[in-house]
């Protein structure tokens, strides 16, 4: 089981980041047209439209809700969101279906956590992961409030080890899926950067990448506040 969900790591990823990169793109590009605008006076006879209807029950104060937007053609289609800043200044996005998003201004196209906490189809629970693609991580709870482990995205060559160091702390090994120990995710949320060390088949040698951990705090306290929440918001 393990080892299919990290051998698929990299494509699965790429399309859930891709999914929450759309959903960020248009929410951006929308969000002074879409319905349900309100209107702040900014004094002097001057006003300043604020997309979106805000929220009493927000993840924090300020946080708005966004109805759904018909694109062009159906994939270009936004469904309803709600989209609020954290304390330490990142975007965040929660969508209906348990998937969402942290976002900086640090974070380029492809940088940024993205959140899915969907509906396995045949247990109807929520199964949850933590991803994020610059990085090169995928933190996996699985029906768990907490993390169970962190695989590298890509590590798929047949028996070989990988590793993750956080910061300058000592370095873990991963078993041969790719994965490791649960305390790694633990070392992330107070972490600022990220080393890994990967074996992509076909060529057996180790790749490294280094990638700032900028919002991974926040985007684990989002993955819990979907898992207790979002079955109780409003779109």
């Known amino acids: 089981m393990k080892r299919d969900m990290v051998a698929h790591c990299q494509p699965m990823v790429?399309?859930?980041s891709g999914r929450w990169e759309l959903k960020y793109f248009f929410a951006c590009a929308f969000a002074a047209v879409l319905a349900g605008c309100t209107t702040s006076?900014?004094?002097?006879?001057?006003?300043?439209?604020?997309?979106?209807?805000?929220?009493?029950?927000?993840?924090y104060p300020g946080e708005r809700r966004f109805p759904p937007k018909a694109g062009s053609i159906p994939a270009l289609n936004m469904?309803?969101?709600?989209?609020?800043?954290?304390?330490?200044?990142f975007t965040y996005t929660i969508y209906p279906d348990g998937s969402g998003?942290?976002?900086?201004p640090q974070h380029g196209p492809a940088g940024g956590w993205s959140i899915d906490c969907s509906r396995d189809a045949m247990t109807?629970?929520?199964?949850?992961?933590?991803?994020?693609?610059?990085a090169r991580l995928l933190v996996y709870y699985?029906?768990?409030?907490?993390?169970?482990?962190?695989?590298?995205i890509g590590h798929d060559f047949p028996g070989r080890t990988g590793?993750?160091?956080?910061d300058k702390a000592a370095p873990v090994t991963t078993d041969r899926d790719g994965c490791a120990p649960a305390?790694?995710?633990?070392?992330?949320?107070?972490?600022?950067?990220?080393?890994?060390?990967?074996?992509?088949?076909?060529?057996?040698y180790h790749r490294d990448e280094t990638a700032s951990l900028a919002g991974a705090k926040s985007a684990m306290d989002l993955v819990s506040y979907i898992q207790s929440n979002v079955d109780k918001l409003t779109f």
């Not at 900014?42 to 993840?59: E, S």
């Not at 699985?142 to 695989?151: I, K, Q, R």
């Open 14 to 16: 790429h399309l859930a």
């Open 183 to 204: 305390r790694v995710a633990t070392q992330m949320a107070s972490g600022s950067m990220v080393t890994t060390r990967r074996v992509e088949w076909p060529y057996d």
């Open 41 to 59: 006076d900014m004094g002097a006879g001057q006003t300043v439209t604020v997309p979106g209807t805000p929220v009493a029950d927000g993840w």
């Open 101 to 104: 998003g942290v976002k900086g």
């Open 124 to 134: 109807d629970r929520r199964e949850c992961k933590l991803t994020s693609y610059s």
């Open 163 to 166: 590793a993750i160091r956080v």
């Open 79 to 89: 469904p309803a969101y709600r989209q609020g800043t954290t304390p330490d200044g």
């Open 142 to 152: 699985g029906y768990s409030a907490n993390p169970e482990s962190v695989c590298i």
